[in-house]
Structures are given as C-alpha cells and as structure tokens.
C-alpha cells in the first residue's frame, strides 16, 4: 500500500494547518493509520493515530490543539492542527499498521507503511 500525504507549508504560529493522507488501497496495513514528525536533528516522533473504528490515540504535545480524523470511503485521514507553535516545526509523515494496542501505535517501529512526508514550518 502507498501513503500520500499532503498539506504542510509555512504558517505563523497561533495558525491552523490541515494535513491529509490518502491510502491506495485498503488493507490489514491500514486498520491504523498515524502521524508521525520528525524535526531537523530529532528522532521521529508520534503525533496522533486513529484506528478502522476511528478511535484515536493522541502524543501529550497533540492533545488539546490536533484533531485526527477519518474517511474510511476514501481511505485518508486529517490532522486538524490548531494554535501551532514553532516547536511544531517538522517534517510530518503517515504510517500504516495493522491493529495494535494504543501503546504501540505510538512507536515507530510498529508501522509496516510510510508517506513520503510533508513539511511544516511554524514562524514565530
């Protein structure tokens, strides 16, 4: 299965960005699907996930500002993020996994499927 994510550019902090990642194809692969983010000279980190059932699975840094969400008819999903900061500075990616426990769906490695990535710049 191929991630296509799409969205990221240039806002000034306190702005609002959408992101979204389509799917090729609906698979065991995509019964999560996930934002991760990796900022220049950091490790890869979970931002959010959502499951088939679209329950979902925020980071601390997430909660409260993002909002992931689902289109099953359309294999994508959409991170709302809100009052972005300049720390949210990042390269933003969707993965796929198949179901896993919450805690896993914040660790990298779980994920079989990666977009290409989309960049985020917050300007202070």
């Known amino acids: 299965v191929q991630l296509q994510a799409s969205g990221g550019g240039l806002v000034q902090a306190g702005g609002s960005l959408l992101l979204s990642c389509r799917a090729s194809?609906?698979?065991?692969?995509?019964?999560?699907l996930a934002w991760f983010r990796q900022a220049p000279g950091k490790e890869r980190e979970f931002v959010a996930a959502?499951?088939?059932?679209?329950?979902?699975t925020y980071a601390e840094t997430a909660e409260g500002r993002f909002t992931i969400s689902r289109d099953n008819s359309k294999n994508q999903i959409d991170l709302q993020m809100n009052n972005l900061k300049p720390e949210d500075t990042a390269i933003y990616y969707c993965?796929?996994?198949?179901?896993?426990?919450?805690?896993?769906?914040?660790?990298?490695?779980?994920?079989?499927?990666w977009g290409q990535g989309t960049l985020v710049t917050v300007s202070s």
């Open positions: 993965a796929g996994s198949y179901e896993s426990r919450p805690e896993d769906q914040r660790v990298a490695s779980t994920y079989l499927a």
């Open positions: 194809a609906r698979t065991l692969s995509t019964d999560i």
């Open positions: 959502i499951g088939w059932s679209k329950v979902t």
